[in-house]
């Protein structure tokens, strides 16, 4: 379609779930650490409803990613080795500075278990447990490493259209089959603490990524999908959400936010009908071309470093007077802490690009 050009700077569906996904997931950290204060019962469940509503962000962010790689190289002779060096700027290098950060300055962040030695250390840094959200990096990460087979995906997809289906139906076999197992052998199963890493293996978001690539190569099909149907897709997501919902207090209170995971079919169908949604808002608005669809493209170039900065500012705000404010008045305390991580993690986003952008521009002169 016209308003999804190939230009790198036209915004796209994948710019909508991105800064979606980034914004809310800035939530999830707070409504763990909302928990610690021991709210009332009704507050409790607040929280796990909310909790569930926005558990959309890991697959939104990664059908985001792959929509939009493939829609700006997917017919390039751009090469793998450009790709990863491009993706080295984008991607690895703030991964690298801010997993130190957190491993240096905020060491009690840690999942899991605490580094003690230098193997430790490594390891924690690269296994995702150096902070709460860090385990996503470990996962998005791969599909970046995967990316020649999603070029390959969407060039098969393009001969034949009934090779995406083929593909999408393989693919739902596949990833109910891994929700399946992971049902029975890890979550509260036997290999609960010792194969709990199986979370962020890519194949645990492989449908998203697939959905991503076939969304952009049926992009035509896609929008008149959305348009036609999304009064019928938000009867689902809410059908779903109290799904999800109900399977979180089956396990009675207190609220345990780990009880609602991705990897079970009621949360994967929410995921993905909350992402058609969200589809389904960046079609309109970019098929009327609001003006608020420039907006969202600038701000989703930011939308991984403020991700990754979330905790960091989260936890400054936490221990400086949110704990405090969210014990007395746990609503205030949760909206306040909210807004100024988001407000925080954008700015310090933008700030680093430019500083970052003129210290380059000074190593070339």
Sequence with gaps: MDYEAKSPTTPDIGDYL????????????????????HPSSTIQMG?????????FTAPAFITGILYTTIR???ETDLGYRAYLGQMWHTLFLPTILW??????????????SHYHTLAQFAWQFVNGNAAPHLWYNSMMLQFIFLMPFFWWLAAWCKSRSSRGLIALSTTVVIYFGWLTFYDAQVFHGPHMHDWYLLDRLFISFLIYGVIGVLAWQYRRFTSQFLRKWWPLILLVALGSLIW?????????LPVQLAN????????????LVIIMLIAALAVYQLGHKRQITETVHIMANYAYP?????????????????????????VIGIITVYIGTWILSFASAISIHHVWKWLRSRHKK
């Design 47 to 55: 929280i796990g409803i909310t909790y569930n509503l926005i558990k």
């Design 18 to 37: 991105k800064i979606i996904a980034c914004t809310t997931v800035m939530l999830q950290t707070i409504l763990g650490l909302a928990l610690t204060t």
């Design 99 to 112: 997993t130190t950060i957190y491993l240096v300055l905020m060491p009690w962040v840690q999942q899991v």
């Design 244 to 252: 999800v919902n109900l399977e979180l207090f089956q396990y009675r």
């Design 306 to 330: 403020a991700f990754l900065s979330n905790v960091f500012w989260d936890q400054l705000l936490w221990l400086s007077f949110g704990r405090n404010l969210t014990s007395s008045h746990p």
């Design 72 to 74: 700006v190289t997917g």
């Design 260 to 271: 609602a995971p991705y990897y079970k079919p009621s949360m994967a169908i929410y995921d």
